[in-house]
């Protein structure tokens, strides 16, 4: 905060720059900065003029959708997935096209055959799941993207948070990759209230994505872009991720500690390798009981998240969301002791339905 707070007070100090409309594509000074940390953080090498810098990825998200899709176009999405993210592409009159999702995330062999104009995907972090597609599986989503002359959105949108695993490449770094559009956020990092968040887009789409921003909202707020540039400049964001990381590891363990004092064998916990939620399986719920689990946890003070709700169709789905419960469950707003009490509230519920 005493950071953020002395990098705004200075950008507030800069008159010309806040008194005039600038580039729809961001502050130069910001996107200069972006290209160096994206460098050395994700091994994304792109120009200045291929980002452009949006108020959070879902107008991220938005832009594409209303650049790259029209009604009737079909769309790849994962499955379970992004909601926000299918609303907004679906919005556009297009038509999702659920591609299920397993351990190493989207299940790219069931791509063969399948006609889209472009694909959403989380390959460092699959949401919900949490598993990290493997080098093979990446170059065949960009080789379905080459052939069918699609677009690949990849949204990183955690990719700061990695604990157990070695870093894969993103998408965006690997070699055949002309077609992939990289979205990311400071929400995860920073703070979701200052809407924050980039795109890195093929060179021949710079002009036609900022015109499209231009139109929207001229750009994204000067103050908090400079004050953002000036921290990526000084190291102090960089050395601000180190600290968060070292924190939300401690608080996963927390969590996964917690789960399995709570619910024994009784708990399946995936997708710890990176990202900031797990999935907890609690086999021995059937899946119908989600909803009273649900209003049971409520009951005591406690959100669950089910994983059900971010299916987009039960028949294309793996067959284990069917038959258990499965929660997403997220830690990095909460304090140790929170982590603890919830876990025992929740185990609570769960005896209740018995």
Known sequence: MLAWKKAVTAAMARKPERLAYDDPCGALRLRTALQGY???????????????????????????????????????????????????LAATGAETVPIPVDADGLETARLDGIEARLAYVTPSHQYPLGGVMPIGRRHQLLAWARKHDAYVIEDDYDSEYRYDTRPIPPLHALEGSDNVIYLGTVSKTLSPTLRIGYLVVPAGLRSLFAAAKQIMDRHTPLIEQHALASMLESGA???????????????????????????????????????????????????????????????????IYPVSALLVGPSRTPSRTRKTVGLVMGYSALEIAQIERGCKLLAQAAAELD
């Open 237 to 303: 964001y960089d050395s601000h991720v180190r600290r968060v990381r070292r924190r939300n590891a401690e608080r996963q363990q927390a969590l996964i500690g917690a789960l399995r004092r709570r619910f024994g064998e009784r708990v399946r916990i995936e997708g710890t390798a990176a990202g900031l939620h797990v999935v907890a399986w609690l086999d021995d719920l059937p899946q119908k009981s989600e909803d009273a689990l649900i209003r049971a946890a409520r009951a005591k003070g406690v959100g």
């Open 38 to 88: 994206l460098w050395r953080s994700r091994s994304v090498r792109c120009e200045v003029d291929q980002i452009v810098v949006v108020n959070g990825s879902q107008q991220g998200l938005d832009i594409c959708a209303r650049l790259l899709l029209d009604a009737g176009d079909r769309f790849v999405m994962e499955d379970p997935g992004y909601q926000m993210a299918r609303h907004t």
